[in-house]
């Protein structure tokens, strides 16, 4: 596989996906959904995207301009035909299934056609690529609702490049907020005490069970650090409710760093 890079979408660009997405979903609900004129139709950008677990299963076209995936929230692919040809659950899964596959494959073709691509395989179920599970590799979701029939579509970075590229939002004042961009960046925190010096002879005798008597108390200031970052941060040992808790008590600036 190949190596994956981060690559958050800022806001104006995800804006832009966002009303691309919403015209070409929007005219294939038209054509496939039998009750489009006398039924709600909604798209928007979806808030973060659905635990891999929860997407496991979806259905997945890749092409040469990128990956998407489209997921019918764990029902049956006949169900899907079923509400978009507005038939019972009694008629014949077989034909309803036919639908659904037509109708996935025309989507997955739309977009892709879209973004100038040539080449596109046919949709089929199967676990999503890295590449489509975590917004910091560029993925973006659109939860779209046909009536109360809900449709999760992914594009990985790739194709979301070719559907909106960048010459489309030049010139934008802000491509996405600082906070945005870092939410959910993740970072390993630890918070340590000193505990004295030691002998290193007396370190090698050590034995599973002895005690190191430190020189500070455990009601002394505790060192927070950020993986990288070496530590910001003074803190002291408290509990909150039923769980241990470090309370964080000031930043550690340049001038007061120290190990």
């Known amino acids: 596989m190949d190596e994956l890079h981060f690559g958050w979408i800022g806001q104006s660009r995800r804006a832009a996906l966002e009303g691309v997405l919403t015209g070409l979903l929007e005219d294939w609900s038209h054509q496939w959904w039998l009750e489009s004129a006398d ?8 808030a973060e995207l659905d635990g891999p677990a929860r997407l496991q299963g979806g259905f ?6 990128g990956v998407l995936a489209i997921h019918i929230g764990g029902r049956a692919v006949e169900a899907l035909g ?3 040809a507005a038939v019972g659950a009694d008629d ?17 073709t739309s977009i892709h056609r879209r973004s100038g691509g ?3 395989a046919q949709v089929s179920k199967q676990a999503l690529p890295a590449s489509l599970t975590q917004e910091r590799y560029g993925a973006f979701a659109v939860l779209v609702h046909l009536g109360r029939f809900p449709i999760t579509l992914l ?22 907020e600082r906070q945005h961009a870092l939410s959910r960046l993740p970072v390993r925190i630890s918070a340590t005490m000193a505990l004295g010096q030691v002998d290193l002879a007396q370190l090698a005798d050590l034995e599973v069970g002895e005690v190191l ?3 500070r108390k455990l009601e002394d200031a505790l060192h927070i650090r950020v993986e990288g970052r070496g530590a910001v941060a003074t803190g002291y040992l408290r509990r909150s409710g039923t769980q241990r808790a470090i309370v964080l008590d000031g930043a550690i600036t340049r001038d007061h760093h120290h190990d």
């Open 39 to 46: 039924s709600q139709f909604s798209c928007e950008a979806a």
């Open 60 to 65: 997945v076209a890749s092409g040469s301009h």
């Open 82 to 84: 079923r509400h978009l």
């Open 92 to 108: 014949d899964g077989a034909l309803a299934a036919s639908i659904a596959d037509q109708a996935l494959n025309d989507l997955a």
């Open 118 to 120: 040539v080449t596109l």
């Open 155 to 176: 594009v990985d970075r790739q194709l979301g490049t070719r559907l909106v590229p960048p010459a489309a939002h030049a010139g934008a004042a802000v491509l996405t």
């Open 213 to 215: 008597v430190a020189e």
